[in-house]
């Protein structure tokens, strides 16, 4: 059974049309994530299943029951906001316990273990006594999230809750979300623009454009068969190439001529950099086409190669594992690109 | 050299008038002018006796807790909304409200009497006052909320929602903890000036006349002034303990929310 489901959600804030059409059901257990460039209706997607905005019309069903009418405030989810919204007059313990205070269904003198219980959890064992201003990012974002949870929520909504964090926090939080969901066995809606955060952390995965789901599915889906050249183009890197394609075969402009079915006409070619190989002498592959690197850049584990193609202004970005064993190439050495027609992704333009 | 001697001026010129004040308040003359007489504390005791000025007194601190709690909580309102909507005409609407601000008093005081007398037909009492300080108390206190609220992370209260409390509860267990020193701050600023506010007070006061007006009228007795330094003594004395409390309620506000201490006006 779905445990939030979004049946026909359309949201006008006067003229403009922020949700359109919108259908989801989110299974209990799954950490669903809304995946879009700002503007897209992502927050306003979580915030009207949170009951802070109300639907044009459509329906937001939580656990079965129906939601119009229902405040925030009585919903069975808790947020996790963006600013994390920690309150800077309490204590990080006070923080934990507020929303204890409207729960009769927890006996009072099991609150002080349930707040320590959930501290523990997100790792800020002993913080209890500290003010929250005190406290780093990485450290907030942590009691937000106990806070929300201690209440055991049937669906933890996060709004952008990586964004405020530097690299190193948002990698470790990362992996720190994903644990802390699989451990609570609790159904996780996150909101990013971020596409690897997404792809590291979620079950399934909604692209959102202009208030409408694009594509929705795993990661895994959406990174190899991205349905529109919208989402190619959002999802992970990608280079576009020019196309015609007549009688199942398809002329890519610098590449060659490939074998996939596609409408007749001009089309764009998609081509992932880590689908393509430059080859070392001697080495193989299905198909072959000669470049010239135009420009590099090392990124450490990774090279990316911005190749240039016969017949073509496009650059083709590559990327190469590095290994001892191969030099990272300097920009004008002659190159054999191998390619696979399958890893192609045609789009009729 | 000069800039010492610009300073020292310029305190004089500031505190001179006021010093004054407590000075003549213990001469014992009834005559305002140097050389002064013996010591004396006799126009403080004379402050006891005087009915009249205890009912204007009364009068005053009424009106001045009555309008600038009034104000205090329309300023609230309106600031809220301002920091927290959007909605057509704001900008206009918000200029509207902080029109009394720079306008005349005695323009507000004419029209006032017009229309309290004329229009509304009510006989002047300390309520028409407070009516009136409270409509020009209501700019000071949304100018300061208007700070107060601009500090504050929108989405704090929508938190304490989403941790299960109303509407009404989340304000009171969030935002107004959060804006207590710009409510203390609101509060103090309506209460100094409708304490000492003199020209609508003076046109709305009918029988029940505040202090100022009081004062106005002792004037017209020479022998009576030595008895007004010695309120006037008190008053300033009044004003530095509330000064410094509203300081020290500041400060506490300010290390409670953890914001850096960016100097209040003390």
Request: glycine share 8%; net charge neutral; aromatic share 8%.
């Amino acid at each position: 059974m779905s445990i939030v489901s979004l049946r026909n959600i359309e949201k006008y804030y006067g003229e403009y049309h922020a949700l359109r059409d919108v259908s989801v059901d989110i299974a209990q257990g799954e950490f669903f994530s809304l995946l879009g460039p700002s503007g897209c209706g992502k927050t306003t997607l979580l915030r009207t299943i949170a009951g802070f905005e109300d639907v044009t019309s459509g329906e937001v069903a939580i656990a079965g029951q129906e939601m119009a009418g229902v405040p925030a405030n009585r919903r069975p989810t808790n947020m996790v906001f963006q600013s994390y919204a920690i309150f800077p007059h309490l204590s990080v313990a006070k923080n934990v316990a507020f929303g204890l205070r409207r729960r009769a269904d927890i006996p009072k003198q099991s609150r002080a273990t349930l707040v320590e219980d959930a501290l523990n959890m997100v790792g800020l064992d002993g913080y209890g006594a500290r003010r929250a201003h005190a406290l780093s990012g990485g450290q907030r974002q942590r009691v937000a999230l106990a806070r929300a949870l201690i209440l055991k929520p049937k669906v933890l909504l996060l709004d952008e809750p990586l964004s405020a964090l530097d690299k190193k926090m948002r990698e470790q939080m990362q992996s720190e979300l994903r644990r802390l969901q699989r451990h609570v066995g609790i159904t996780f809606i996150l909101v990013t623009h971020d596409q690897e955060e997404a792809l590291t952390m979620s079950d399934r995965i909604a692209v959102m454009f202009e208030g409408r789901i694009a594509q929705m599915g795993s990661p895994e889906a959406l990174y190899r068969r991205p349905e529109t050249r919208a989402v190619a183009e959002f999802i992970g890197m990608m280079t576009f190439l020019e196309g015609r394609a007549a009688s199942g075969t398809v002329e890519v402009e610098g590449l060659g001529r490939a074998e996939i079915a596609a409408p007749e006409g001009a089309v764009a070619v998609g081509v992932r950099p880590e689908t393509l190989t430059l080859l070392a002498p001697g080495e193989t592959a299905a198909r072959e086409t000669a470049g010239t690197v135009a420009d590099r850049a090392y990124y450490g584990d990774m090279t990316y190669y911005d190749i240039a193609l016969p017949g073509t202004d496009t650059r083709l970005t590559v990327s190469m594992k590095n290994r001892l064993s191969r030099a990272v190439l300097e920009p004008g050495t002659e190159v054999r690109l191998g390619w696979e027609p399958d890893a192609l992704l045609v789009y009729a333009t | 050299m000069t800039l010492r001697a610009y300073v020292i001026a310029y305190l004089l010129f500031l505190y001179a008038p006021i010093a004054l004040l407590p000075l003549f308040a213990f001469n014992d003359s009834t005559i305002i002018a140097f050389p002064l007489d013996a010591f004396t504390t006799r126009w403080f005791a004379e402050l006891w006796t005087v009915e009249a000025l205890h009912a204007a007194l009364w009068n005053s601190l009424l009106i001045a807790v009555v309008s600038t709690v009034l104000a205090t909580l329309l300023g609230l309102a309106a600031a809220r909304a301002a920091a927290k909507y959007r909605f057509p005409g704001k900008r206009g609407l918000m200029g509207m409200i902080m029109l009394p601000l720079i306008l005349p008093e005695i323009i507000v005081a004419v029209s006032l009497l017009v229309v309290v007398i004329q229009v509304l037909g009510w006989p002047l009492s300390r309520w028409t006052i407070v009516a009136a300080h409270t409509l020009i108390c209501i700019p000071f206190s949304i100018a300061i909320l208007n700070g107060a609220f601009q500090n504050l992370d929108a989405s704090l209260e929508e938190a304490a929602v989403d941790l299960g409390e109303n509407r009404w509860s989340a304000f009171r267990l969030v935002t107004v903890p959060l804006i207590a020193p710009g409510i203390v701050a609101s509060l103090l600023v309506g209460f100094t000036i409708s304490l000492d506010e003199f020209i609508i007070a003076f046109f709305l006061s009918g029988a029940e006349p505040t202090l100022p007006v009081y004062i106005w009228g002792l004037l017209r007795f020479p022998a009576r002034l030595p008895v007004v330094m010695a309120l006037g003594t008190l008053l300033v004395l009044a004003s530095i303990l509330l000064l410094v409390l509203a300081e020290i309620m500041r400060r506490r506000g300010v290390a409670r929310a953890g914001l850096k201490d960016k100097g209040g006006f003390l």
